[in-house]
């Protein structure tokens, strides 16, 4: 309800503001959802949309899945920690402009570009978690898996995924967050759909009306996202951390 509440007064603060403002640069939520409904009934809004959401999470995946296991072998041995650590620094510092550019060069203006570009950004946000993570695991726990004699997947399952979940928890929030600004701008520079190329389209009209129209919903569906997936997510891997009257909870 907090929620619904804050969501109702920035709506009402936008009204306001439109009613003194000149509509040809910030129409009202009216005129807005009006321009809304027009795409939606096309079917151009949910195209767009639904390419631009396959994108993010293929992106999200590649980057997740290899930053997740890259991370993790980085912190648990030092001597590849300490080899591959500048190349880490290199990639956290490298503008997200200037790995796109190079991708479209490099690989054409593709899907595979657009893709491999959006995951390169996001990788070194998920290997840094991911080392911290594979760092803080209990070298106890580590001992106590030997002297059972846990095989390797038993381990994983049961004492290394538990301890790690709360730092990929983390590294989702911070990635989707992410991933989801690149998406938009590996589309408005080298693809002919989704919703960055409409939003650079209505740049070129100087249409704000259709600009809002595709952002709106496209926020929408990224706080839905985080709101239904990725909170719940977060939650249910931490809880164990919280403690319980019979001790911690191990999933």
Do not use: C
Request: hydrophobic letters at 60%; glycine letters at 6%; aromatic letters at 8%.
């Amino acid at each position: 309800m907090i929620r619904l509440a804050s969501l109702a007064l920035l709506l009402l603060l936008w009204q306001a503001v439109a009613l003194v403002a000149d509509p040809r640069y910030l129409p009202g939520p009216v005129l807005v959802f009006a321009a809304m409904l027009d795409e939606a009934k096309s079917g151009a809004l949910f195209t767009h949309l639904g390419i631009t959401l396959l994108r993010v999470a293929a992106a999200f995946l590649i980057a997740m899945s290899l930053g997740t296991a890259i991370g993790f072998v980085m912190g648990r041995r030092r001597l590849i920690d300490r080899l591959f650590d500048p190349w880490l620094v290199v990639l956290l510092n490298l503008p997200a402009l200037v790995v796109i550019v190079l991708a479209y060069i490099w690989a054409g203006l593709t899907e595979t570009a657009a893709v491999g570009a959006v995951a390169l950004n996001k990788l070194p946000n998920a290997v840094v978690v991911a080392r911290e993570g594979a760092r803080a695991l209990d070298a106890g726990l580590d001992e106590m898996a030997q002297v059972f004699a846990m095989s390797a997947r038993a381990r994983l399952r049961h004492i290394v995924l538990p301890q790690l979940a709360p730092y990929l928890a983390a590294a989702m929030r911070s990635g989707l967050s992410l991933v989801w600004k690149i998406v938009l701008v590996v589309e408005l520079l080298g693809r002919s759909n989704g919703v960055g190329f409409e939003i650079n389209l209505a740049f070129q009209l100087f249409d704000v009306h259709l600009l809002l129209a595709y952002a709106i919903p496209f926020v929408a569906l990224m706080l839905s996202v985080e709101t239904f997936l990725v909170q719940p997510f977060e939650r249910r891997v931490s809880r164990w951390r919280g403690g319980s009257p019979r001790g911690r909870d191990f999933p």
